[in-house]
């Protein structure tokens, strides 16, 4: 990719970039904003970052975010990587073209009707709302990325490895946790960190299954917008942007890797 | 080294008792059939080829020894015991892949080192085993080094001492040398040989290359279509070959059709429209009728080529032109087109730098063969 962008293409490029960042650009450069007035410019300063660490409601609703995220994503990629195995594995198993549909199905379906119909099963089985419902709600959201991510991996993988493993004395079992699992960690790390930021960020169903005392980051900044904005908002909101912006960008880069390891490694 | 492996040949042996036993073994997924009803028995210490094709059922095969795959009919015995249900980590069998499989996130003596440590062994005898295992295969200073870091023979070597180091009774190879260079090859094969006579293991390799199963093995199984074609030494393949498969699948052969006239005084006579005369054969064993429609099977460096007419009473004369001429430095090809259309292949060795007078393109030639040069194989 030596060529020179071309005057249109640079054109584009800018356009379509502001597009998508420049609404984010301007809340981040406004957490820095010494006034008090969210749209105008006063000066630079931390101080809302420092308002912010003082307000234990947002702190709160921050630490509730945090273990949810951490619970649902390590639920998800537990189940989604046991999907994974079992849809490249067990050759064309009754009903295979059914089940990957249905693990994806959860990726386009639009995020009300999960959360609405999440919110029916909850009230049905005569769970009460709260953390665990919202936790349990983000698994069901963020494990079909995980089994996307570990799926692809293992399309390349070459299973004389395993096979390998197993002539040499290794019973399956062994053979998964020796071989199996060090080289497809990487992309497990991957769907991690993206069922992590996604759990991270959701506000939809999380308002459709959240409870007393569960009030996740997202509603938090969402009903505080509507009191009127404020500049310590924004201050958390470039946090949570900050932490999102490094797990997909780590994601990408395990998955590139061990998408270029299984190529060097295939002969 | 020669007379000894002469003197090796348990299979004739009537008393021997085989290592490896196939028993009716037939091998079916889904509806198309790998291997076909076939029995095969390999002795101890022997260098066993299986030759064939691709798709003929060799890998299969070599899959149910290892484990990964399982009979559909039949029985393979390993040393008297039914290999059947025993899972491929509890054989004391193991195998070099075609593809090498070594594991890329662990070093050279790792690797080397895995199935030792499968064994529970103590770590001082791992240690000792890779390093002879690294000296075996002249690893030693790239033991740390990891796979992807390696070149092709070297990545070769590694996966033989990583199936060797558990001193298994039997090793298996699949295509050991199919992604060398023709140079690396030919050193590697001596070396297999070598290192398989040292260690008194028994080799089974397949292979689809007939050089290197005619240059390692002591016997040589050809597979054809699930079936044995033949199980013989790389001698008696080549200069017996049962069937036409085999004469034209290992070296190169000219086969003449024709039909059987008759005997005399123990020759075979048989007419063919390649020559005026009828050929005379000389393959005793073969037992045929009058009339019966054969295939003589004559090897291209067992056929001589001259300008000069032979004598009237030289045997199986052809005649026809010179239609192509290759050198190759050790041999020449002529290929002669004879009066029927038939294409011979004729080679010669150069056993002198310069020749007076040499064969020239389009000239009219006469090729001849003794009697004992040709195999009669029955249509």
Redesign the interface.
């Known amino acids: 990719m030596t060529r020179r962008l071309s005057l249109f293409n640079l054109t584009s490029l800018i356009f379509g970039f502001a597009f998508l960042y420049l609404p984010i650009l301007l809340l981040v450069v406004y957490s820095f904003n010494a006034s008090r007035l969210v749209t105008v410019w006063g000066g630079f300063s931390t101080q809302w970052y420092g308002a912010l660490f003082r307000n234990e409601a947002l702190m709160e609703a921050a630490w509730v975010t945090l273990r949810i995220a951490l619970l649902s994503a390590t639920l998800a990629t537990v189940l989604g990587t046991l999907a994974a195995l079992a849809l490249t594995r067990y050759g064309r198993f009754f009903g295979r073209t059914l089940f990957t549909g249905m693990v994806y199905a959860p990726m386009v379906m639009p995020e009300v009707i999960t959360g609405l119909s999440l919110l029916l099963f909850f009230v049905a089985i005569g769970l009460d709302r709260g953390f665990w419902t919202i936790a349990l709600a983000h698994t069901t959201l963020t494990m079909c990325f995980v089994t996307v991510v570990v799926q692809s991996r293992l399309m390349t993988f070459d299973r004389s490895l395993e096979e390998a493993a197993m002539d040499l004395g290794a019973p399956p079992l062994r053979t998964f946790f020796a071989v199996t699992l060090p080289l497809i960690a990487p992309s497990i790390v991957a769907g991690f960190l993206l069922a992590f930021t996604l759990s991270l960020d959701d506000l939809v169903i999380a308002s459709f299954n959240t409870g007393p005392g569960a009030t996740t980051l997202p509603i938090k900044i969402y009903s505080q917008v509507r009191l009127g904005l404020s500049p310590e908002v924004n201050a958390a909101s470039a946090i949570l942007i900050g932490i999102v912006t490094l797990g997909v960008v780590v994601a990408t880069l395990l998955t590139k890797r061990s998408a270029a390891r299984a190529r060097r490694d295939g002969h | 080294m020669g007379a000894v492996r002469r003197a090796f040949a348990p299979w004739s042996d009537p008393n021997a008792k085989p290592l490896i036993s196939f028993e009716n073994i037939t091998k079916r997924f889904g509806d198309a059939v790998a291997v076909d009803n076939l029995s095969l028995n390999i002795f101890e210490g022997e260098f066993f080829c299986l030759l064939g094709p691709s798709g003929c059922g060799k890998t299969t095969l070599m899959r149910m020894l290892?484990?990964?795959e399982q009979p559909t009919a039949g029985r393979i015995t390993l040393a008297g015991q039914d290999l059947a249900g025993v899972?491929?980590?509890?054989r004391p069998?193991?195998?070099m892949?075609?593809?090498?499989?070594?594991?890329?996130?662990m070093s050279v003596e790792k690797n080397i080192a895995?199935?030792l440590k499968?064994?529970g062994l103590p770590k001082a005898e791992i240690t000792s085993r890779v390093e002879e295992m690294l000296r075996l295969v002249q690893l030693e200073r790239l033991a740390k080094r990891y796979?992807?870091q390696l070149s092709g023979g070297q990545r070769q070597r590694v996966a033989l001492a990583?199936a060797l180091a558990?001193r298994p009774k039997l090793l298996l190879l699949d295509e050991p040398l199919g992604?060398l260079d023709k140079k690396l090859r030919e050193a590697t094969q001596f070396e297999l040989m070598d290192i398989q006579h040292e260690l008194g293991m028994t080799f089974v390799v397949v292979t689809h290359d007939q050089e290197e199963a005619m240059t390692m093995a002591d016997r040589i199984a050809v597979m054809d279509q699930g079936h044995l074609a033949q199980v013989a030494t790389p001698g008696e393949i080549y200069e017996q070959p049962k069937t036409r498969f085999i004469a034209e699948f290992v070296g190169d052969v000219n086969i003449l059709e024709g039909n059987v006239m008759g005997q005399e005084n123990g020759l075979w006579r048989v007419q063919t429209p390649s020559a005026d005369a009828p050929l005379t054969i000389d393959d005793p064993d073969e037992v045929l009728h009058s009339g019966q429609a054969v295939a003589i099977a004559v090897r291209p460096e067992k056929m001589v080529i001259q300008r000069d007419p032979p004598g009237p009473n030289a045997r199986n004369v052809l005649t026809g032109e010179v239609w192509d001429i290759g050198y190759l430095g050790d041999w020449t090809v002529y290929r002669v087109k004879l009066a029927s259309g038939a294409i011979l292949r004729v080679t010669r060795a150069n056993a002198s730098r310069f020749v007076e007078n040499p064969i020239d393109w389009d000239e009219q030639v006469y090729v001849t063969f003794a009697p004992n040069a040709a195999v009669i194989l029955a249509e």
């Open positions: 290892a484990g990964f899972p491929p980590y509890r069998v193991n195998m892949f075609q593809s090498y499989a070594l594991f890329p996130h895995f199935g499968q064994d796979p992807s990583r558990k992604a």
